[in-house]
């Protein structure tokens, strides 16, 4: 059986605001199998971005556990998480723009996270660590000098890969990394990306709000909606099996490259639910065509309805 190398349970990150909690992230319980990728697909609002940041500890988790190798890095210090598990989990981000201080050039880049987590490195270890960085993600030599204004999106996105790398993360938090970028460079991160995760068995959870990118690099889905985990399930699975109405809203409004075909597009009608105090019903029952009356008073628990595909809905047998 494959080994969890994350086991996330009733993960929680809320936070105050002047209206009420918000409960951006609610109870998540989700496994994450050594050199896999789990998309995580959702609108943007859902949590996904928090639940990513929350496994980074970059949020603390307001309650629940996340067990890295079986042990709960959710309750540690920070001071004990940087120590044993920074350089272990790495975080991609969608705008590599914005996460790369423009006085610096590429190599400068790339050597900084590496001379920071080995200060016992000499200066010409750093920069050949560095060096085999960017050859690791296809940067050429020849730009070491150059600043990230003069480079492309593409370029700018592998020099956040390579930093990510250098410290031999085991899992990555890739978040959103292709959607800033131009389709045809998008396939070449993606494809850099899986490269990659061949290589090093990286482990990613994938965040995207685009259904067609996580197709093509996830092994299993997850799909959040109001900081809720709805529906998990083997990739393949859900782009034919879905069983959630809003997976099925989802995977809808995918365009199909073919004139010819006849896809109906299912339309969201209704309000969006307010995820400051949310009551405990089912939080897509105000734009869900099927809701019942218990849809509008009881929360679904997350249920198992084929091996490994998991829904959050009362009337999921009905959908299958
Ligand atoms: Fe729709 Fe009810 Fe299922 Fe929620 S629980 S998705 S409202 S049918």
């Known amino acids: 059986m494959a080994e969890n190398l994350i086991e996330i349970k009733n993960l929680k990150k809320y936070f105050q605001t002047p209206k009420g909690q918000l409960h951006a992230v609610d109870n998540v319980t989700m496994n994450i199998e050594k050199g896999k990728t789990v998309g995580v697909v959702g609108e943007s ?9 929350t496994l980074m500890r970059l949020h603390t988790p307001t309650s629940g556990e996340i067990l890295y190798k079986g042990t709960d890095i959710a309750s540690m210090s920070m001071r004990q998480f940087k120590k044993k598990y920074r350089a272990d989990i790495q975080m991609i981000f969608q705008d590599p723009y914005a996460s790369l201080d423009p006085r610096m050039s590429v190599l400068q880049l790339i050597k900084e996270p590496i001379a920071i987590n080995n200060p016992k490195m000499s200066k010409a270890e750093v920069e050949q660590k560095a060096q085999e960085m960017m050859e690791l993600v296809g940067l050429a030599k020849r730009l070491e000098s150059s600043y990230p204004h003069e480079l492309d999106g ?6 956040g890969i390579a930093r990510a ?13 292709v959607s800033a970028l131009d389709v045809s460079i998008q396939a070449q991160i993606l494809n850099l990306l899986q490269d990659l995760q061949e290589e090093r068995g990286l482990t990613y959870m994938f965040i995207t709000h685009d259904m067609s990118v996580v197709k093509h690099i996830s092994d299993d889905i997850a799909v959040m909606y109001l900081g809720q985990l709805i529906e998990k399930c083997p990739a ?20 199909i490259p073919d004139i010819h075909a006849k896809k109906e597009r299912m339309i969201l009608k209704g309000e969006l639910t307010s995820p400051i105090n949310p009551k405990k019903c089912c939080r897509f029952a105000a734009r869900c065509p099927y809701a019942t009356e218990q849809c509008f008073n009881e929360e679904p628990t997350l249920r198992e309805m084929r091996p490994g595909h998991k829904v959050a809905c009362h009337l999921a047998e009905q959908f299958m």
Request: with cysteine.
């Open 154 to 159: 593409g370029r700018r996105q592998r020099i």
């Open 236 to 255: 393949n699975e859900i782009f034919k099996d879905t069983i959630h109405p809003y997976s099925q809203a989802l995977l809808s409004a995918i365009p």
């Open 165 to 177: 790398l250098s410290l031999n993360p085991e899992f990555i938090v890739c978040d959103e990394p």
């Open 45 to 53: 609002g859902c949590g996904k971005s928090t639940l990513g940041k």
